[in-house]
């Protein structure tokens, strides 16, 4: 078939298998480029198939001659309809990874539920033993609780009161102003449920329990801080009562892990056009400034840059993890610059639909958006016919 971008309000509803298996190829020959790393051997990534999970498990495998095993749950393609990026995403690194004589495996499934712990657990036991590095990198906006039986569902609220600013549509360029109405009830509960630390300790205390952690074990799992324009519905809203959450979990699981001799830790990573940060008002007007000056001043990262900083820089420099004053690893310095910031919120008065396109990046923005998706990669024929019907090599 072939396969157009079809979007449905903040997302696209296609993916092209082609284009994503170019993703995944720009991302190993970048981490190639950049060396060796002297960092884990058997690695567990939970969330495996897109954004900073992808990359994490791309710069494990071709950065350190890792053994992977990827946990995700993805939409394998049907006749006639494509299945999801992070499927193809998968497909196209195990594709790579075999012919690489790396070990890979994924497990598609529920990452939250019981059972797909138990999978996982029992492939790491007979086929890799231990781990020495876990990533947390799930992304969902519900969770069906494995022991209440519970669905809880996310918000992206203010806490307090409406919280009204300038947004743009990345699709037409159009900015308004948009007012979102704060949390009520249960809303912050709930998305701590989805969104904060108590999945990722049930993961670790599983592993633990079986003795499938390796001495010296490092897990981090990935968060976001932003800044003061975006904080009223980003950090100090209902997501940031779950980053709150997830960021001291990990100093519970590092006091768990001392037996093993191991830590974790929650790396602060830079915004990114992700498909969940598309559907976050403010973030897609705060980005496409931020992009045009971290480009100007050739800071700029996207996902795998940033993770293969995270591992060369700080996981595995042989000397202590340097942290800030909460115990984070911070890779969103670069973003969080003085003098970056200082534009970013000098444009930010002057972003109309008008000057969005001479001030910001929202074409490098709709781009990111697109590759997400397999679509806009140079030497990609999308007018070829293209086999929908691509599988995962290793799937569990």
């Given at each position: 078939?072939?396969?157009?971008p079809?979007?449905?309000?903040?997302i696209?509803?296609t993916?092209?298998?082609?284009?994503?298996?170019?993703?995944?190829?720009?991302?190993?020959?970048?981490?190639?480029?950049?060396?060796?790393?002297?960092?884990a051997?058997?690695?567990?990534?939970?969330?495996?198939?897109?954004?900073?999970?992808?990359?994490?498990?791309?710069?494990?495998?071709?950065?350190?001659?890792a053994a992977t095993?990827g946990?995700?749950?993805?939409?394998p393609?049907l006749?006639?309809k494509?299945?999801?990026?992070?499927?193809?995403?998968?497909?196209?690194?195990?594709?790579?990874?075999?012919?690489?004589?790396?070990y890979?495996?994924?497990?598609?499934?529920?990452?939250?539920?019981?059972?797909?712990k138990?999978q996982?657990?029992?492939?790491i036991?007979?086929?890799?033993?231990?781990?020495?590095?876990v990533?947390?990198?799930?992304?969902?906006?519900?969770?069906?609780?494995?022991?209440t039986?519970?669905?809880?569902?996310s918000?992206?609220?203010?806490?307090?009161a409406?919280y009204?600013?300038?947004t743009?549509?990345?699709?037409?360029?159009?900015?308004?102003?948009i007012s979102?109405?704060?949390c009520?009830?249960?809303?912050?509960a709930?998305?701590?449920?989805?969104?904060?630390?108590?999945d990722w300790a049930?993961?670790?205390?599983?592993?633990?329990?079986?003795?499938?952690?390796a001495?010296?074990?490092?897990t981090?799992a990935y968060?976001?801080?932003?800044?003061s324009?975006?904080e009223?519905?980003?950090?100090?809203?209902?997501?940031?009562?779950?980053k709150?959450?997830?960021?001291?979990?990990?100093?519970s699981?590092?006091?768990s892990?001392?037996?093993?001799d191991?830590?974790?830790?929650?790396?602060?990573?830079k915004?990114?056009?992700?498909?969940?940060?598309?559907?976050?008002?403010?973030?897609?007007?705060?980005?496409s400034?931020l992009?045009?000056?971290?480009?100007?001043?050739?800071?700029?990262?996207g996902?795998i840059?940033?993770?293969?900083r995270?591992?060369?820089d700080?996981?595995?420099?042989?000397?202590?993890?340097?942290?800030d004053?909460?115990?984070r690893?911070?890779?969103?310095?670069?973003?969080?610059?003085?003098?970056?910031?200082?534009?970013?919120?000098?444009?930010?008065?002057q972003?109309?639909?008008?000057?969005?396109?001479?001030?910001?990046?929202?074409?490098?923005?709709?781009?990111?958006?697109?590759n997400?998706?397999?679509?806009?990669f140079?030497?990609?024929?999308?007018?070829?016919?293209?086999?929908e019907?691509?599988?995962?090599?290793?799937?569990?």
């Amino acid at each position: 078939m072939i396969i157009e971008p079809r979007m449905r309000g903040f997302i696209c509803v296609t993916s092209h298998p082609d284009g994503c298996a170019q993703s995944v190829k720009n991302q190993i020959e970048y981490i190639k480029s950049k060396g060796t790393i002297d960092g884990a051997k058997k690695v567990l990534v939970i969330g495996a198939s897109t954004g900073f999970g992808l990359s994490s498990r791309i710069t494990a495998a071709f950065g350190s001659d890792a053994a992977t095993i990827g946990v995700f749950f993805e939409k394998p393609p049907l006749e006639g309809k494509p299945g999801s990026p992070g499927w193809y995403n998968s497909a196209a690194f195990e594709t790579e990874a075999n012919k690489a004589g790396l070990y890979a495996k994924s497990v598609n499934g529920d990452a939250f539920s019981n059972e797909i712990k138990r999978q996982t657990l029992d492939l790491i036991k007979a086929d890799l033993g231990q781990v020495d590095l876990v990533i947390y990198s799930l992304a969902s906006p519900v969770r069906l609780h494995p022991v209440t039986g519970v669905l809880h569902r996310s918000v992206l609220k203010p806490i307090g009161a409406t919280y009204t600013n300038k947004t743009v549509d990345f699709h037409t360029g159009v900015v308004t102003d948009i007012s979102i109405a704060p949390c009520q009830d249960d809303d912050i509960a709930n998305t701590v449920a989805v969104m904060g630390g108590e999945d990722w300790a049930m993961w670790m205390d599983a592993l633990k329990a079986e003795n499938l952690l390796a001495p010296g074990v490092k897990t981090v799992a990935y968060s976001y801080i932003g800044p003061s324009l975006t904080e009223a519905v980003y950090r100090k809203g209902t997501i940031g009562r779950a980053k709150d959450h997830l960021e001291a979990t990990a100093f519970s699981i590092s006091d768990s892990l001392k037996s093993v001799d191991g830590e974790a830790f929650v790396s602060v990573n830079k915004a990114l056009v992700t498909q969940a940060s598309s559907a976050i008002p403010v973030i897609p007007l705060y980005i496409s400034l931020l992009y045009k000056i971290m480009k100007e001043e050739g800071i700029h990262e996207g996902c795998i840059e940033q993770i293969q900083r995270l591992y060369q820089d700080r996981l595995y420099t042989g000397n202590p993890i340097p942290t800030d004053e909460k115990g984070r690893i911070r890779v969103d310095d670069w973003e969080m610059r003085d003098d970056v910031q200082e534009k970013v919120a000098t444009l930010w008065k002057q972003a109309t639909t008008e000057s969005l396109p001479e001030i910001g990046d929202l074409e490098g923005y709709r781009k990111d958006f697109l590759n997400l998706f397999g679509f806009d990669f140079a030497g990609v024929d999308y007018k070829a016919d293209t086999d929908e019907m691509v599988g995962i090599p290793s799937i569990v």
